[in-house]
């Protein structure tokens, strides 16, 4: 006689995907304190806004640079779950290439904190924007391609792979881009992952155990 066990194996992943989703969240909630500041195009409007709110500008950009931080660890926590193969080695790329970005736009989030002026002429170099925005659209390149090659559903790949070209021809023809729509992908890749349901049944013979086979719902 034997048995047939379901294992719950889907914690890592709602796990890793609790952790991006929190971070995006908390991106998003740091660079809203004063919102407008990026829509405002006079730059001594600008200033005056943010030495009007100084002390919400500063703490904004602390809670952005956490969401910047952790986003990352999100993304390593999923490549590490997933079993050896294509889609291993291009999630481990992605998250490889957010460790590399986020530390260039935490740098500059400081920076913006403690220099508001020189945040709202826009001065100072523009390379490290552009370095982490390149990072990250390679980033959802390949987790896009690594989560077509996973059980989730398609369209969770289809959405990150589909929206690196179009936001590398924005970057490409205006040598800016609102980082807000790289959270806004990863957040709902995120959101995906706690949903991700797989079930391992193991297949056992009389004699001889056989491995693992995967189920997924």
């Not at 552009?130 to 980033?139: D, F, K, Q, R, W």
């Not at 059980?151 to 179009?166: D, E």
Request: with cysteine; aromatic share 10%.
């Amino acid at each position: 006689m034997y048995e047939k066990q379901a294992v719950n194996s889907n914690t890592p992943y709602q796990r890793a995907g609790a952790v991006v989703v929190a971070a995006s969240c908390c991106w998003g909630v740091g660079v809203s304190f004063v919102g407008m500041v990026h829509a405002t195009k006079d730059p001594a409007a600008r200033l005056a806004m943010l030495q009007r709110s100084r002390g919400l500008w500063i703490a904004g950009q602390f809670l952005a640079a956490a969401g910047t931080a952790a986003v990352p660890v999100g993304f390593v926590r999923f490549a590490q779950a997933i079993r050896s193969g294509p889609a291993k080695t291009l999630a481990s790329g992605a998250a490889a290439a957010l460790v590399a970005g986020a530390p260039l736009f935490v740098a500059a989030l400081a920076d913006r904190a403690s220099d508001v002026e020189k945040f709202a002429y826009r001065r100072g170099p523009n390379w490290p924007f552009l370095t982490y925005s390149g990072l990250h659209i390679c980033a959802l390149a390949a987790l896009g391609a690594g989560l077509l090659l996973s059980p989730l559903k398609p369209w969770a790949g289809i959405t990150a792979a589909a929206s690196a070209p179009a936001f590398g021809l924005i970057l490409a023809g205006t040598k800016d881009i609102p980082p807000f729509v790289f959270y806004l992908v990863e957040a709902a890749v995120g959101a995906q992952l706690m949903r991700y349901q797989e079930t391992v049944t193991p297949v056992e013979d009389a004699t001889d155990p056989l491995p693992f086979a995967p189920t997924y719902s």
